[in-house]
């Protein structure tokens, strides 16, 4: 999810360095709000999910707290490892939304702005976006 949704994002940041014609842009901003709402329902479930589990992890240790058994002590060394990747996964995907956001907000001043009108690429204060690379590539150079 986390690479489907970057890469959308890169989509994103190559229509808007084009210069795209405005009717161009008034498409993109309707299907981004459909993509916003895809996006947000997934981010809505992932929270879930995340809030579920840090719920659980806290069960399973006031159990170690009362029972003290290396089985418990073991669950909770697992839950506490997944939580990480649970984490870092809802991450990727609250700053992906929020960054989907600030997309529709310049599509939106894009439009209002007159054809003519300096265009100026939003600035993703905190999001760093890379581009794919050739993993074959960058191995052969690390040698």
């Known amino acids: 999810m986390g690479k489907?949704?970057?890469a959308y994002i890169l989509e994103l940041q190559l229509l808007l360095d084009s210069g795209a014609e405005i009717e161009q842009l008034e498409r993109q901003k309707q299907e981004l709000l459909?993509?916003?709402g895809f996006w947000q329902h997934e981010r809505l479930i992932h929270l879930?999910?995340?809030?579920?589990?840090?719920l659980l992890t806290m069960a399973?240790?006031?159990l170690l707290l009362f029972y003290h058994s290396w089985g418990v002590l073991a669950l909770l060394g697992a839950l506490?490892?997944?939580?990480?990747?649970?984490?870092?996964?809802?991450?990727?995907l609250e700053n992906g939304v929020q960054t989907l956001y600030v997309f529709y907000e310049e599509l939106?001043?894009?439009?209002?702005?007159?054809?003519?009108s300096v265009i100026i690429t939003p600035r993703l204060e905190g999001v760093v976006i890379r581009r794919p690379t050739n993993r074959k590539n960058s191995s052969s150079t690390a040698e």
């Open 60 to 62: 399973v240790f006031i």
């Open 48 to 54: 879930m999910v995340t809030i579920l589990f840090a």
């Open 4 to 6: 489907k949704l970057k």
């Open 34 to 36: 459909v993509e916003i």
């Open 108 to 116: 939106t001043r894009r439009e209002k702005a007159d054809a003519t």
């Open 80 to 92: 506490l490892v997944l939580m990480i990747p649970y984490i870092r996964h809802y991450f990727i």
